[in-house]
């Protein structure tokens, strides 16, 4: 595939507008369940889920960039254009792998135990797992990319 016919791709500044979206929504809608359920108070959770969401933010840049990149390559196909079930996949393997970076975090941060920190990360996980399919899915809607110009 050449490179004059490979699908573009978000600019820098969508890609930052994306991810800033994404995590202050985040945090509005994670901060009030995770303090009611894990029982930190509010001031350490909402530093604690700060934290995470910058390692989110770096980890998401980087993830959908690189996603977008190969899909992109192997399919010729825009972003905005995924089909349902790579979109969940999507959504399940950037979790994971920010499920891998947090972990040590919550369990330092909090001083829980590996297995509750674990539930806790889960929980999170599962919860924003949700929050990535349903806004990324709103955010390609809302701001397609722009397609090719006919040169």
């Known amino acids: 595939m050449s490179a004059s016919s490979l699908p573009r791709q978000r600019s820098l500044l969508d890609r930052l507008r994306q991810v800033a979206l994404f995590e202050a929504g985040g945090l509005l809608l994670i901060c009030p369940p995770f303090v009611w359920l894990s029982g ?30 190969i899909e992109g390559r192997l399919t010729g196909r825009r972003a905005d254009h ?49 929050y990535a399919f349903a806004f990324n899915l709103a955010y390609d809607k809302a701001f397609p990319i722009a397609p090719e110009e006919a040169g």
Not at 92 to 110: D, H, K, Q, R, Y
Not at 114 to 127: K, N, Q, S, T, Y
């Open 40 to 69: 930190v108070p509010l001031k350490e959770s909402a530093a604690l889920l700060i934290v995470l969401a910058l390692i989110a933010a770096v980890w998401n840049a980087a993830f959908n960039t690189s996603f977008d990149w």
């Open 82 to 130: 995924r089909p349902w079930r790579l979109r969940a996949l999507h959504a399940v393997s950037f979790e994971v792998g920010l499920l891998v970076m947090t972990l040590p975090v919550i369990a330092w941060w909090t001083g829980m135990g590996w297995i509750e920190a674990l539930v806790a990360d889960v929980g999170l996980a599962l919860a924003y797992l949700a």
